[in-house]
Nanobody, 120 residues
Framework: VQVVESGGGLVQAGGSLRLSCAASGSISRLDVMGWYRQAPGRQRELVACISGDGVNYADSVKGRFTISRDNATVSGGNAKRTVYLEMNNLKPEDTAAYYC?????????WGKGTLVTVSS
C-alpha cells in the first residue's frame, strides 16, 4: 500500500486549503483512512477519519474541516482511493505537518506528510 499526500501550503488566517491523499495497492473497503497532524514540539494528533461506518473529527476542527473520499477504482489489479480534507476558516493553531493514514486492523500505512502554514 502506498499513501501520498498533496495540497499543503501557506494561507492567511480565515483562508481555506484542500488536502488530497491517494492510497493505492491492496485497498480494502474495510480500511479506515484519516488525517493526522503534528505541530512542532507536539504529539501527532488525529484530525479526522472516514470509513464505511462514517466520519469522526477532532473537536478543534469540527465545523471547519470536512473529510470525504471517492469510490475506490481498480485498474490492472491495483486499487486506488482518494481521501480529501477540506479546511475552512483556518487558524494559526492549525499550522502543522499533516499526514494521511490508512489503517487496517493493527497495520498502519503513513504518507510522508504535507506542510500547512497559517499566518495571522
Amino acid at each position: 500500500v502506498q499513501v501520498v499526500e498533496s495540497g499543503g501550503g501557506l494561507v492567511q488566517a480565515g483562508g481555506s486549503l484542500r488536502l488530497s491523499c491517494a492510497a493505492s495497492g491492496s485497498i480494502s473497503r474495510l480500511d479506515v483512512m484519516g488525517w493526522y497532524r503534528q505541530a512542532p514540539g507536539r504529539q501527532r494528533e488525529l484530525v479526522a477519519c472516514i470509513s464505511g461506518d462514517g466520519v469522526n473529527y477532532a473537536d478543534s476542527v469540527k465545523g471547519r474541516f470536512t473529510i470525504s473520499r471517492d469510490n475506490a477504482t481498480v485498474s490492472g489489479g491495483n486499487a486506488k482511493r482518494t481521501v480529501y480534507l477540506e479546511m475552512n476558516n483556518l487558524k494559526p493553531e492549525d499550522t502543522a505537518a499533516y499526514y494521511c493514514n490508512l489503517n487496517r486492523w493493527t497495520i498502519n500505512y503513513w504518507g510522508k506528510g504535507t506542510l500547512v502554514t497559517v499566518s495571522s
